[in-house]
């Protein structure tokens, strides 16, 4: 694998430093407008820290899906007026589709993709609104089912098929839980190309709405995931990487994992407490160097 340091300075063009943006009103009552604002669960939020990304040459916002009767909306980032463009789905922590995961797709705008940030909590309720990380999982994403993820995801990749996207190059990249979700989607839709992984969940419980985890589907993997964790992730054991580590060597994948030794959970959330520039930096010069030895760029 290329060691990504190409891409730093790209990365580094692309970003300034800004405050977290205002809260606005939308769809009748008060929340956050998608891609906008901090959940309550965060709060608050290292403002000194946030990275902001400008839509120059962008086309940005929100647009609506229709998946089975749901709206389900996404945040969009894309060079203005270009067709033709890699795909990269951007798939969010457990507190959605807020201020850092849009900027993250501006990034991947900045550069080319069409970027594509699905709300997908949004027939489950607001993450934005609860006050604790323990209260928003127990109402929200413990009542989220894999099979609908899969669903809303592959809704996005039509979308972005018969909207200016070449699905012929196309990847993902999620964040904690939406780490866990790009190894499932990357097992799930054969034509993924390449996936980064941020510290996600790699083993646990199977029930109903989780049946499998990535070490159930390392081998079935078709397209190469890059898994970023952090060797201070307290909620992610190395114990469980290793043992992804084997399953994937079991399984002929040509998927890798990197671990930071100073980092824990959260490294690349530049408005948590745990942020760690150096590897949150390195981290995504590594996706951009993996998304374009595969063809994704």
């Not at 709206?71 to 463009?85: C, D, F, M």
């Not at 898994?227 to 002929?252: C, F, H, N, R, W």
């Amino acid at each position: 694998m290329r060691d990504g340091s190409d891409f730093k300075q790209d990365f580094d063009s692309l970003v300034g430093r800004a405050g977290a943006p205002d809260i606005v009103n939308r769809r009748g009552f008060i929340k956050a407008a998608l891609g906008t604002g901090f959940a309550v669960a965060v709060l608050p939020v290292c403002a000194q820290s946030v990275i902001k990304t400008d839509t120059v040459g962008l086309t940005t916002g929100e647009i609506i899906l229709t998946v089975d009767g749901q709206k389900v909306p996404v945040y969009r980032a894309a060079p203005e007026g270009r067709t033709g463009l890699p795909v990269v789905l951007v798939v969010s922590e457990i507190f959605g589709v807020h201020e850092h995961i849009a900027d993250v797709a501006r990034r991947f705008a900045k550069l080319g993709y069409l970027a594509l940030a699905p709300d997908l909590f949004v027939r489950q309720g607001d993450p934005m609104k609860y006050g604790t990380i323990a209260e928003l999982y127990k109402e929200v994403i413990a009542k989220v089912p894999d099979a609908q993820v899969m669903t809303d995801l592959d809704a996005c990749v039509a979308y972005a098929k018969a909207n200016g996207g070449n699905v012929d190059k196309l990847a993902i990249t999620g964040f904690c839980w939406g780490g866990r979700i790009t190894w499932m989607y990357a097992a799930h839709n054969p034509n993924v190309k390449a996936g980064a992984a941020w510290y996600g969940r790699l083993v646990g419980d199977k029930t109903a709405l989780t049946p499998s985890q990535p070490v159930d589907i390392a081998a079935s993997l078709k397209g190469a995931v890059l898994g970023l964790y952090g060797a201070k992730d307290d909620g992610i054991p190395q114990s469980t990487v290793e043992q992804m580590k084997v399953a994937l060597a079991k399984g002929g994948s040509k998927s890798e994992i990197l671990v930071y030794p100073n980092s824990a959970h959260g490294f690349h959330a530049d408005y948590r407490a745990g942020y760690v520039e150096a590897d949150a930096k390195d981290g995504f010069a590594r996706t951009l160097a993996w998304f374009k030895s595969r063809g994704v760029a």
